[in-house]
């Protein structure tokens, strides 16, 4: 009973922090190479430290929970080179990885999971991994459909990974709410609503840069 419980306030808490997201990634323009290499590396800088953090919450998990521990360690080793995706996307793109600063945004986002594993506790995490995942879910199909169609087959394979991956994974992480505290579930909340207003606040910041730039070529044509 209490489980159901958890994952309807993460359910509610999800469906109140997306919308956010969605809006900023349909403002987003995708159509734009140089916006979406911004973003594949920004991704690239973010999801290259996935296998730190669930190798820390496995760890804190550890035998006192081994059900839950195994599963972490089998996510780990699914979530495995995933930065490299990214890395062959701008490859397609005929982008390269140096070309793209990392951003303060992006830096926050992953910065703060290091704070939550280590003092929120290894189910505060689950708020973060149900933000990018949930995401990905709900948005990843048309997301991917719209890159194919804009920069052409081969360009989209880190989206096409994580949206077929995550629905798994997603289910993966409402199972580690199982027996979790009021407590806990608070944090978790509280780090997917702080992972949610950082995660738009990046793709934000990468449509003002972009925007910023064709007005400034606009200004010396």
């Not at 296998?51 to 599963?71: C, I």
């Not at 930065?83 to 926050?108: C, H, Q, W, Y």
């Not at 948005?139 to 798994?168: M, P």
């Not at 709410?177 to 606040?201: C, D, P, R, V």
């Amino acid at each position: 009973m209490q489980n159901g419980i958890n994952e309807k306030r993460l359910e509610n808490a999800l469906d109140q922090a997306l919308p956010s997201v969605v809006a900023a990634l349909q403002r987003f323009p995708w159509e734009d190479r140089t916006a979406y290499g911004h973003w594949l590396a920004q991704s690239h800088f973010l999801v290259r430290h996935t296998t730190t953090f669930l190798a820390m919450v496995a760890a804190k998990l550890g035998a006192r929970n081994p059900e839950k521990h195994r599963d972490v360690l089998k996510h780990l080793r699914e979530e495995v080179g995933h930065e490299e995706l990214a890395i062959r996307d701008l490859k397609a793109l005929n982008l390269e990885i140096g070309m793209f600063p990392e951003l303060v945004e992006t830096s926050l986002i992953y910065q703060s999971q290091y704070y939550w594993i280590e003092q929120g506790g290894p189910v505060s995490h689950v708020g973060y991994s149900l933000m990018l995942e949930g995401l990905a879910v709900r948005e990843g199909k048309w997301l991917l459909d719209k890159i194919e169609t804009l920069h052409g087959k081969g360009t989209a394979s880190f989206i096409r990974v994580h949206a077929l991956d995550d629905v798994a994974h997603f289910q993966e992480g409402v199972s580690r709410l199982s027996g979790a505290s009021a407590e806990e579930i608070k944090l978790a909340i509280s780090n997917l609503e702080q992972s949610q207003y950082l995660y738009t606040a990046m793709l934000e910041r990468i449509r003002r840069e972009v925007l910023g730039n064709l007005i400034e070529r606009k200004k010396v044509a």
